[in-house]
């Protein structure tokens, strides 16, 4: 493996080359939008969709309800049964419930950090956070380990990665996630970044490419050690310059009647759409996420936050995640796409004195479709009233290693930081759950 510092300093070297032809105006690093990595096991998933729940989604109101339990911890909603015989979620997940078959559901998840940016870090990296390192985000990894083809950026964040952390910790910034930005719900919505900017257009464009490539080739034959073409910005190039590449962002390609199965009211509904035409387009890693979950007052508002309002966070997430899942599987996509669904940590198993939960990670629950993943299971359960693991606690390292191996990744695997110090993908302590595999 190259010097992971030397490659830097080369690399910021040939950026502010591309500075001075102009070419910052695009907005956003060329660095940051793509990485060529090595291959992943053939056998495997061949991409991933995160449904990221921003503010830590209840467990008690979502898939781990306790019907039984006093008023004070099941809360104001109701729970449904499932396809699964005694399996039941929340009374707003009614279509999800129908395809319980498609589902794992693991219902034990622990961890100690019940702050977002800690608990953010921890489930979305597998490390818990220190302040000497800041490690990378499963989709960066994802992508840092896979031989990239195609013209669209293979780490896709609609519309945005979580605001604690950057997502590719101490990897190349051309692993970090491309945001979309906007909402994709808007009639008008367009990605950032993909449309000229005033005064410019291909033929410009591609004259600066060509001076950027003639201080390229200066550049090698000065340095040995420096290829002498940037394929970020040729990629770069391709996607500005791709018609197929634009219309893959455009949902108005969609039908009306697909677009609203996935749902209207809520961005979850769009995004998830979006993410599924991205992978449906060779996009490794899409992370979808979703705000607003972050519930210390009146959880009622969850299902219903006006007298006639449909759209909710969790009639709306219930839309989206089952067409999602039944989208994929009638495209044939399903056992080639993992679909995860978490949140940094879940939620107070007693309801406070504002209605609403406080922060809790001591147990909680994730959700697992597709990719390797054996449906119509529950792994681990939390005790009657939601407190704390039961059986077979699983913590985000194990989360981490599993994907990882789903994704045919060893978890094993050892990366670089940049100063050369070779850092394991998971913990040494990660247990890889290969009782959810078919």
């Not at 907005?27 to 053939?42: E, Y």
């Not at 979305?124 to 990378?136: F, I, Q, R, V």
């Not at 930005?181 to 919505?189: I, K, L, S, T």
């Amino acid at each position: 493996m190259r010097s992971p510092t030397k490659n830097t300093r080369k690399r910021f070297t040939r950026r502010d080359a591309i500075c001075i032809g102009g070419l910052s105006v695009f907005g956003i690093g060329i660095n940051k939008l793509f990485a060529g990595k090595v291959g992943s096991q053939s056998n495997a998933a061949k991409q991933c969709i995160l449904i990221w729940l921003e503010g830590g989604p209840s467990h008690l109101e979502m898939f781990d309800p306790k019907p039984e339990a006093p008023e004070e911890v099941r809360g104001p909603l109701g729970s449904i049964a499932t396809t699964l015989p005694g399996v039941r979620v929340n009374e707003c997940l009614s279509q999800t419930a129908k395809i319980m078959d498609d589902i794992t559901l693991i219902r034990s998840v622990t961890s100690p950090l019940g702050e977002h940016n800690f608990g953010s870090h921890y489930l979305l990296t597998g490390y818990k956070p220190t302040p000497a390192l800041e490690y990378p985000a499963l989709c960066s990894t994802v992508v840092q380990l896979r031989e990239q083809n195609g013209v669209l950026p293979p780490n896709i964040a609609v519309p945005r990665f979580s605001n604690n952390l950057s997502g590719n910790g101490f990897l190349p910034a051309a692993t970090q996630p491309f945001a979309v930005g906007g909402n994709p719900q808007n009639q008008n919505f367009k990605v950032r970044d993909l449309e000229f900017y005033r005064g410019l257009n291909l033929p410009r464009i591609d004259r600066r490419k060509r001076l950027v490539n003639t201080l390229d080739e200066f550049a090698a034959r000065s340095d040995a050690g420096v290829s002498g073409l940037d394929p970020d910005l040729e990629r770069a190039f391709n996607l500005l310059a791709s018609e197929e590449a634009k219309s893959a962002f455009n949902l108005q390609n969609e039908s009306v009647e697909v677009r609203n199965r996935y749902g209207l009211g809520d961005p979850i509904g769009q995004s998830c759409l979006l993410a599924r035409r991205l992978v449906q387009r060779g996009v490794s890693f899409v992370t979808v996420t979703s705000s607003g979950w972050d519930t210390h007052q009146n959880i009622s508002s969850l299902k219903r936050r006006y007298e006639t309002d449909r759209n909710a966070k969790l009639p709306s997430f219930d839309r989206a995640y089952s067409a999602l899942i039944t989208d994929l599987k009638q495209q044939g996509m399903l056992d080639d796409t993992l679909v995860i669904v978490m949140g940094e940590f879940g939620r107070t198993p007693k309801v406070n004195a504002n209605g609403g939960r406080d922060h809790w990670p001591r147990v909680f629950s994730i959700a697992l479709a597709g990719g390797g993943v054996s449906g119509g299971q529950v792994y681990g359960s939390s005790n009657s009233l939601g407190e704390y693991p039961e059986d077979n606690p699983v913590t985000p390292a194990d989360i981490t290693a599993t994907v990882y191996t789903l994704l045919g990744i060893n978890p094993n695997h050892e990366l670089h930081t940049r100063d050369g110090r070779p850092v394991r993908i998971t913990p040494e302590s990660a247990n890889v759950l290969s009782q959810l595999f078919i």
